[in-house]
Nanobody, 127 residues
Framework: QVVLVESGGGSVQAGGSLRLSCTAS????????MAWFRRRAPGQEREGVA???????????PYLDSVKGRFTISEDSAKNTLYLQMNNLQPEDTAMYFC?????????????????WGRGTQVTVSS
């Protein structure tokens, strides 16, 4: 059983930065694809924000130009922790951010193929 716990969310003003963390139980970071998703409002679907594969390569969704150059996914295998550095945050980045893991997702930005999820951490950006 994989347990994921997110932290690092909070409230910031536009232009500010946050670093989200996701600590995983067990040493899975080099064995699973690890991803960040977000849900901007209750009832909305989760959208993929960034993925890091088992070789440590970061991928960002082509449909989300708004995060390019502002969000960076990384991991620290020794700490079994996944990170999402978010800079120049904007009000449209306000969302619940989730960490997810899957051994070999066929579509890395499709939330339905991820097996394990954290409970999320809220990010609120004010203008």
């Amino acid at each position: 059983q994989v347990v994921l716990v997110e932290s690092g969310g909070g409230s910031v003003q536009a232009g500010g930065s946050l670093r989200l963390s996701c600590t995983a139980s067990g040493y899975i970071l080099n064995k699973y694809y690890m991803a960040w998703f977000r849900r901007r409002a209750p009832g909305q679907e989760r959208e993929g924000v960034a993925v890091i594969d088992r070789d440590g390569r970061a991928r960002y969704p082509p449909y989300l130009d708004s995060v390019k150059g502002r969000f960076t996914i990384s991991e620290d295998s020794a700490k079994n922790t996944l990170y999402l550095q978010m800079n120049n945050l904007q009000p449209e980045d306000t969302a619940m951010y989730f960490c997810a893991a899957a051994p070999n997702p066929p579509q890395v930005f499709n939330d339905r193929v991820y097996n394990y999820w954290g409970r999320g951490t809220q990010v609120t950006v004010s203008s």
